[in-house]
């Protein structure tokens, strides 16, 4: 195969950074307001994150030796010299604001370039966002935010019980863009419920929002969840892995073709696990996708014809 027919993100940190660049996952033990009772109990109905004990065994280091660890293993594996410390798991601005201050300073070292912060739509504020852009003047760092949206469908997202809707989304995004930060929005292009219909309108509104990154997951189901629960009584069958091909390539062909895609395809945990990429592994789905991309000859914002008043055009 030629040149990639999508925005990939190795190619944008090597321009951006002018090396290569690996992001270093650090684990911190939180939890979510959408668990906890603060937005509501129990989670989206696809979560696993207390189940599975997916790294835990890392989030019991301090973010400091987290840093230095995971440093080690990109710098023998890869030869890596800069780091984005990328804070992973749970929502790591539902903290106390001095404690996610002392988390994020702790993250800094000379290495680390860029810091990224994944969390929810609905826990993305001013104070915290000043506080990150302070980091950024001081310390010189990229920072980007990582939210979790799944779907722009607000009747889906009200079903899989997120506690946000559509509009927290586009308010943390103008947030971020206020602060001048980059924002990578997370993507369930097969969630029961969504059609292709919803799938055009995930991409276009990231694309008139401007964000600058996406990382796309194909639903996993795992025992024990809500969903999992479904699955098991058969309410809901997950669409074919053709079907969710045609996705990705109507999602890209619509989407700006400046936006980095981050994720192609989504590893789920190994355990427990009800239905994960048709029983395939991730790279042969993502070699799907790219087949499919090659026979359709559909590249990245081939229908991206549609902002801008494209009546006057
Ligand atoms: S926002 Fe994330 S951590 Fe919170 S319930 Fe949903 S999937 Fe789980």
Redesign the pocket.
């Known amino acids: 195969m030629g040149a990639s027919r999508y925005k990939l993100y190795s190619e944008h940190l090597l321009k951006k950074f002018g090396e290569k660049v690996y992001k270093l996952p650090v684990n911190l033990p939180g939890t979510?307001?959408?668990?906890d009772g603060k937005v509501?109990w129990?989670?989206?109905i696809?979560?696993?994150?207390e189940g599975s004990g997916f790294e835990c065994l890392s989030n019991v280091l301090t973010i400091r030796q987290q840093v230095a660890k995971n440093k080690e293993f990109f710098r023998k594996r890869y030869n890596a010299g800069k780091f984005i410390a990328y804070f992973q798991?749970?929502?790591n601005t539902y903290l106390p604001f001095e404690r996610f201050k002392a988390n994020i300073l702790d993250a800094l070292d000379q290495d680390v370039v860029g810091i990224a912060v994944s969390t929810?739509p609905d826990c993305v504020n001013d104070r915290y966002l000043d506080f990150l852009y302070e980091v950024k003047e001081n310390h010189g760092v990229d920072i980007n935010i990582e939210l979790?949206l799944q779907t722009v469908n607000y009747h889906t997202l009200a079903r899989v019980n997120?506690?946000h809707s559509l509009a927290e989304f586009i308010d943390s995004i103008l947030r971020i863009k206020k602060h001048g930060f980059a924002a990578c929005a997370h993507l369930i292009l097969n969630l029961p419920w969504d059609d292709l219909t919803d799938t055009v309108e995930n991409a276009k509104i990231l694309s008139a929002l401007n964000v600058e990154y996406v990382k796309l997951h194909s639903l996993y189901v795992v025992r024990g969840t809500t969903l999992g629960d479904m699955f098991e009584r058969g309410e809901f069958a997950v669409i074919s892995l053709e079907d969710y091909v045609e996705r990705v390539g109507e999602f890209l062909a619509y989407l700006d073709p400046s936006v980095v895609i981050q994720r192609l395809v989504g590893r789920g945990p190994k355990e427990s696990l009800l239905f994960s990429n048709w029983g395939a592994s991730w790279w042969l789905v993502k070699q799907r996708i790219e087949e499919y991309l090659e026979q359709k000859d559909i590249y990245q914002g081939n229908k991206f014809d549609y902002l801008n008043g494209k009546a006057l055009k």
């Open positions: 979510c307001p959408n668990r509501g129990g989670g989206c696809f979560c696993d994150e798991a749970f929502t929810r979790g997120r506690g």
